[in-house]
């Protein structure tokens, strides 16, 4: 029997009313379809906007961090390395659970509610499961558009290059959805065959093309990881002839990025020399982080030295931090003290914990008692210090998780950074505060992810079980998609169970994302291959979509 790797899908949780919980994933942006209603109890909705909460608008580098956090994010989740039972005579068999998983999945594809069934494709495609092509073959013929979209990407997780010619149909055909055209290319991306290319290449090539297919065909291309496009990207990027749209020339840069190699790092190099779009520059910071060669710190120092787009100087500092040329610390230290923009000061203390230097230790702790510093600046620094895995800030951080005087957001970054360092020392006091923190559920949802990276998973799984049990329809939504991203075989007999009694649908889409996150191998990896390390300001349709898959 095959292990079977289910992804997490989709779980955008909207409102909640007492009778049907509702729930949503756009991907045709169809956002009539999303119901307004009330929050159970009293509980504040995650959805608020946070300055309607008190809370500043978002600085640069928390949304780099929503992006790209879960490189620094290592939860230890038993399942599925806790299905295989090994006997005593070395012999290896695996657990019951991964069949039952299977078996929901398949009836899942055929459920009711579309919702369910775009996120059991997806998951049937992140699962690498060749068995499920089938399946998604299908679902290819769905009522739902959506539906059709998600079995078409998921067949590119799977490399079904069978299905090539018929996904370039949908690339190709002029009048299609703009998300499914998207959703082709990318698909056709992921297969990684040489057969793709020159489908990719026939779109970009059509002179009626819209922009949102071109921006899509372009980064497919990255996705390839096949250099011999690499001066096909060239052309897009620094074009000999003919006018030049900047944002595909942005998504160039970062396919190359995606490619790797020598070969992209000098087109781009090459590029950054003559370059005045602010769009573009920033790609090409990010695409040189993502390549990580040293040859590229001298073109990132200059885009940190330049004072007109703070964006570019951002992801600049950031692709430094990664790449860790020899005798940048300073540099970067500079960039963290920086006084004319608290924009790049915040993302230049968090690219001090990147960078890994444990000498920047003591520069981070006198940041978070300054008094003279925003808490927003005060909470990057308190994650870099969970990247250095800094144990002797811990009480520092502990004062700062137990406080109820300090905002929310100050508190959850501290409990996060406590898992990060890695202390059992604070166990104990995650776990009080963990079960009396229900009614704040982000305070509750860091503490059980705080534990779980500390390696406590049966204390947070057997309490997660009980407030699900006895929860209001929300804390059912929220436990769900925490169990998913710590649990063990249990907690898949868990949720099996819950599913097969569940009427409700969205705690039965919930559920099946639940299911997704808890199985996948890649810690949905493979989708960040698209979504992260990307410039968040250039926005089309199609990869808006693809963000929202987790």
Same mark, same amino acid.
């Given at each position: ?89 070395? !012999? ?27 996120? @059991? ?23 739902? +558009? *959506? ?13 079904? @290059? ?107 190099? =090459?590029?950054?020399? =003559?370059?005045? $779009? ?23 120092? =200059?885009?940190? #030295? ?31 003290? $920086? ?32 008094? #003279? ?30 406080? $109820?005087?300090?905002? *929310?957001?100050? +508190? ?22 963990? #079960? ?9 949802? *860091?503490?059980?992810? !705080? ?45 099996? =169970? #819950? ?31 698209? @979504? ?19």
């Amino acid at each position: 029997m095959k292990l079977y790797f289910l992804p997490a899908i989709f779980v955008i949780i909207l409102y909640v009313s007492a009778d049907e919980l509702a729930y949503a994933w756009c991907p045709a942006g169809s956002f009539g379809r999303v119901p307004i209603g009330g929050w159970p109890d009293g509980v504040p909705p995650p959805e608020v906007l946070r300055e309607e909460r008190g809370v500043p608008t978002k600085q640069l580098w928390e949304t780099w961090w929503e992006a790209n956090n879960a490189i620094f994010l290592d939860y230890r989740k038993p399942f599925p390395k806790d299905i295989l039972e090994v006997n005593a005579d070395g !012999s290896s068999v695996i657990g019951a659970e991964a069949g039952m998983l299977k078996t929901l999945l398949e009836t899942a594809i055929k459920d009711s509610d579309y919702n369910v069934r775009l996120a @059991t494709a997806i998951a049937m495609g992140k699962s690498r499961d060749t068995s499920f092509i089938p399946k998604l073959i299908e679902a290819l013929n769905d009522e739902e +558009r *959506e539906v059709k979209d998600s079995a078409i990407l998921a067949l590119g997780f799977l490399k079904n @290059t069978e299905s090539i010619p018929k996904i370039a149909e949908k690339l190709l055909e002029p009048k299609a959805n703009v998300v499914s055209r998207g959703w082709a290319a990318y698909s056709l991306g992921y297969m990684r065959s040489p057969i793709s290319i020159e489908y990719l290449k026939k779109s970009l090539e059509l002179k009626s093309q819209n922009s949102d297919t071109l921006y899509a065909s372009t980064i497919a291309l990255g996705l390839l990881k096949d250099p011999s496009v690499a001066g096909y990207l060239s052309d897009i990027l620094i074009p000999q002839k003919g006018k030049k749209d900047p944002y595909q020339a942005a998504y160039a840069a970062l396919a190359l990025g995606r490619l790797g190699g020598d070969e992209a790092l000098q087109i781009l190099l =090459n590029a950054a020399k =003559n370059e005045k $779009n602010d769009d573009v520059n920033r790609c090409i910071a990010i695409a040189l982080g993502m390549i990580g060669k040293s040859e590229a710190k001298d073109v990132l120092v =200059n885009y940190c #030295k330049q004072e007109k787009d703070t964006l570019s100087r951002a992801f600049a500092v950031i692709a430094l931090a990664k790449i860790k040329p020899d005798g940048i610390y300073d540099f970067v230290l500079e960039c963290a003290s $920086n006084k004319k923009s608290e924009d790049f000061k915040g993302i230049g203390i968090l690219a001090l914990g990147i960078l890994g230097q444990e000498k920047a230790i003591p520069v981070l702790k006198t940041l978070i008692s300054d008094k #003279k510093i925003s808490d927003q600046l005060k909470n990057s620094a308190i994650l870099s210090l969970g990247f250095l895995k800094a144990k002797n800030a811990v009480n520092e951080l502990l004062e700062i998780a137990k406080s $109820n005087r300090e905002l *929310e957001s100050k +508190r959850t970054y501290a409990i996060s950074a406590l898992g990060m360092i890695g202390d059992e020392a604070v166990v104990a006091d995650i776990e009080t505060l963990f #079960k009396n923190s229900l009614k704040t559920p982000d305070i509750y949802k *860091e503490c059980a992810y !705080s534990l779980a990276m500390l390696g406590q998973h049966k204390t947070v799984l057997e309490q997660l079980y009980k407030d699900y049990e006895s929860g209001n329809s929300y804390i059912k939504m929220n436990n769900m998609t925490i169990l998913g991203k710590i649990g063990d075989k249990g907690t898949a007999r868990f949720i099996k =169970n #819950k599913f097969d009694k569940e009427t409700n649908k969205s705690l039965r889409f919930v559920m099946v994302s639940a299911i997704g996150y808890l199985c996948d191998p890649s810690g949905g990896n493979l989708i960040k291959e698209l @979504t992260a390390d990307n410039n968040y300001q250039i926005k089309f349709l199609s990869i808006d979509h693809v963000r929202q898959i987790p």
